[in-house]
């Protein structure tokens, strides 16, 4: 088990946000002969663990991949199970964000989800605007091209109606995505051995480290993120440019 850090040392170079795409859930269900909502269930409660872990390290950003636009797909029983987990998480965060100081944003086609999660994002939402620090971003019915063409959509209305003038540059662009005013992530990680990207943060993630390894998801254990911060901190990041 790793030592709990509490602080963060200085010269350590924490990443100050990271992603996460939380894959493997159904082959580490398989691997125990279980089904595959059995997968979905221990990632759910896996994500608490990092997230608390991050917290304490002193990471201030974390975005995790949870269900993409792509995700509808799957059978109707696995998606329904999904969302009830999901809708278990909201409900079980509201009642322990503020305590433990977590706050939550929801990256995603919103409107595309049931009523009822609706809700829960816009409590989210409401009781992450009281107070500041780390940042858990969820990102629900998610898809890194949606996300652009929303953004695009917004701002041609925005344009069109004169509240915004002049050439887009990158910067105003950012400021139309889910990501509005969260720096980009520094470390991808994607457990579950597939290394792609699977439409997750197309846009944010043009200078990220990646991180892959065959651990699946709910196996993810503190020791593998620091194993993935090691690395990250082993690279050089050059944007572009020479050192
Ligand atoms: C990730 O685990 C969770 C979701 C995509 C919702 P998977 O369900 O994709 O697990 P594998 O990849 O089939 O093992
Ligand atoms: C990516 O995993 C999406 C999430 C983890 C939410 P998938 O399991 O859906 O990705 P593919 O199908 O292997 O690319
Ligand atoms: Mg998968």
């Given at each position: 088990m790793a030592a709990e850090k509490n602080i963060r040392q200085p010269g350590e170079n924490i990443p100050r946000h990271i992603a996460i795409i939380l894959d493997g859930n159904g082959r580490w269900?398989?691997?125990?002969?279980?089904?595959r909502t059995a997968g979905h269930a221990a990632g759910s409660e896996n994500f608490r663990k990092i997230a608390t872990y991050c917290k304490n390290i002193g990471v201030d950003y974390l975005t995790v991949y949870a269900f993409s636009t792509e995700n509808w797909k799957r059978p109707e029983d696995e998606v329904k199970t999904i969302m009830r987990l999901l809708r278990r998480y909201l409900n079980e965060a509201i009642d322990t964000m503020e305590r433990d100081q977590i706050r939550m944003k929801i990256f995603g086609d919103v409107?595309?989800?049931?009523?009822e999660l609706r809700e829960l994002v816009k409590k989210t939402d409401e009781i992450s605007q009281r107070y500041q620090g780390f940042q858990a971003n969820i990102c629900l019915n998610y898809g890194g091209r949606d996300e652009i063409v929303h953004a695009a959509r917004h701002y041609a209305e925005d344009y069109a109606a004169g509240r915004t003038e002049g050439e887009l540059t990158e910067a105003q662009f950012g400021g139309y995505l889910y990501s509005a005013g969260i720096p980009d992530p520094d470390l991808l990680i994607r457990p579950g051995g597939e290394q792609r990207i699977s439409n997750f943060l197309l846009w944010q993630c043009a200078y990220a480290e990646f991180y892959f390894t065959d651990v699946l998801w709910p196996d993810f254990n503190t020791d593998e993120l620091d194993k993935a911060i090691a690395a990250f901190q082993?690279?050089?990041?050059?944007?572009?440019?020479?050192?």
């Open positions: 269900a398989k691997r125990r002969g279980l089904p409107q595309g989800l049931s009523p082993k690279r050089d990041r050059r944007y572009g440019g020479v050192k």
